[in-house]
């Protein structure tokens, strides 16, 4: 069965389905369509599945042109499940994020594998690329599947290989970022490289599916702590009225040594907010207490209410409150040059500010109208960026430094500018640091 599948996969006449079609799921589709595979994609939300068919894209740095091409190389979107049967393998994309008591969320992984189950098939891979704690892939898929009277390792072959989408940035794609994999057999791992050699340039082999899936949570949890540092030293810095980015900018001179990190309101994403949790939930199972990552998560959470400290200080210096003060909130993707709002802090600042009895607006050139989102909710749309806008407003707010804001027009015209994003060096009586 094992090498059926290697010769199909590396010949490309397999059927690739692709389980989430996202952030992650889109790119993946694109890339396999483009060296000439036949791609299914299926996800639960039909006007996703719509959109796809009529050739429009939902994602800002995928164009409808991409989509339309893909569906012209034979393209297939659909909400329904059973025609996973068609397919040699299946790529699972979809989200893992935390629940109410900030432990791991597995029921998007979980339903979509019991969806799936009854449509798998002898001779078939299966990837799942939602990030997750260690042992996901053996303690949860493998014996879902292995009920159905399949053999991993035999009949199906079960990897653990993680997303490492970086949406907008250009320098690297989908193709030139290096794909981790794990099988759960060596048989598995076989399967799962020759899935993604043909799509990535470099396949990186590791012995499990636990140190793969560990090994997308060391990257996260790497920035997550580097970040918690970063805006533990901003605020040191600013009792000491020294501007932490050109200390950041001067000390990323050293050839050696020392990688720059940013300090910003919070940290956003699917990602960083999300996956050291996995670890320390997971970590518990053992007796260990993650204090480092858990320090690093306290640091950045906090930093939305050091914002909020910081807009009411220079309020009341001007002889206002945050209370019925009109705040215009600048860029509410969780960062730069994307339209992705998912754990973004400019929305929990948004909401910090309206709970405090702020007039709360927003301008992001990205996000046109403020989109559903699970647990927040404003009916608001984008403001225009004029000199008699930001006039009307007693604070403006830099939480996401897009590159389409006009920066000397935010300086020259907002009465009060909070920057959370040291886009201003130079001294001025209406900005603010943060």
């Not at 499990?208 to 970040?227: D, F, P, W, Y």
Request: net charge neutral; aromatic share 8%.
């Amino acid at each position: 069965m094992n090498s059926e599948l290697i010769a199909k996969l590396n010949e490309r006449t397999a059927k690739i389905g692709i389980v989430g079609l996202g952030y992650v799921g889109l790119p993946l589709m694109l890339r396999y369509c483009e060296v000439g595979y036949k791609v299914i994609g299926f996800d639960i939300d039909q006007t996703k599945v719509d959109a796809l068919r009529a050739g429009r894209s939902y994602i800002e740095h995928i164009s409808s042109g991409s989509i339309r091409n893909a569906m012209e190389l034979g393209f297939e979107p659909t909400t329904d499940f059973s025609r996973a049967k068609e397919v040699d393998a299946l790529i699972l994309c979809v989200p893992t994020p935390l629940n109410k008591y900030r432990e791991p969320d597995l029921s998007f992984v979980l339903n979509t594998t019991e969806s799936l189950l009854p449509y798998l098939h002898q001779g078939m891979v299966l990837s799942l690329e939602s990030t997750t704690y260690p042992g996901t892939t053996e303690e949860e898929l493998k014996p879902r599947i292995e009920k159905c009277g399949f053999t991993v390792g035999k009949d199906v072959f079960l990897v653990f290989s993680p997303e490492r989408e970086d949406p907008g940035n250009q320098n690297f794609t989908t193709r030139s970022i290096p794909k981790v994999c794990g099988g759960c057999t060596p048989a598995c791992l076989e399967a799962g490289i020759a899935l993604y050699r043909q799509v990535i340039d470099k396949v990186v082999p590791v012995s499990s599916t636990q140190a793969a899936e560990l090994t997308k949570l060391l990257e996260n949890i790497h920035r997550s702590v580097n970040i918690g540092l970063v805006n533990e030293m901003k605020m040191v810095a600013d009792k000491m009225s020294i501007d932490i980015h050109e200390v950041i900018r001067a000390a990323a001179t050293k050839p050696f040594g020392f990688v720059p990190y940013y300090p910003g309101p919070g940290i956003g994403g699917h990602c960083i907010p999300i996956d050291p949790f996995y670890l320390t939930w997971k970590a518990r199972e053992y007796g260990m207490h993650t204090r480092f990552i858990e320090l690093a998560g306290e640091i950045n959470s906090s930093m939305p209410d050091y914002v909020v400290s910081k807009i009411s200080l220079a309020l009341n210096q001007r002889h206002k409150s945050i209370s019925g003060s009109s705040i215009l909130v600048l860029g509410i993707a969780y960062k730069k040059n994307v339209d992705d709002v998912r754990e973004s802090p400019s929305v929990l600042l948004m909401e910090r500010l309206r709970d405090l009895g702020a007039k709360v607006a927003y301008s992001d050139p990205h996000v046109p109208a403020f989109p559903k989102m699970r647990a927040h909710s404003f009916d608001l749309s984008s403001v225009a960026l004029t000199a008699e806008n930001l006039q009307r407003f007693d604070c403006v707010l830099l939480a996401t430094d897009h590159d389409k804001f006009d920066y000397q027009l935010l300086g020259a015209h907002a009465p009060l500018l909070v920057d959370c994003r040291g886009k201003y060096s130079q001294p001025a009586d209406n900005i603010i640091r943060a």
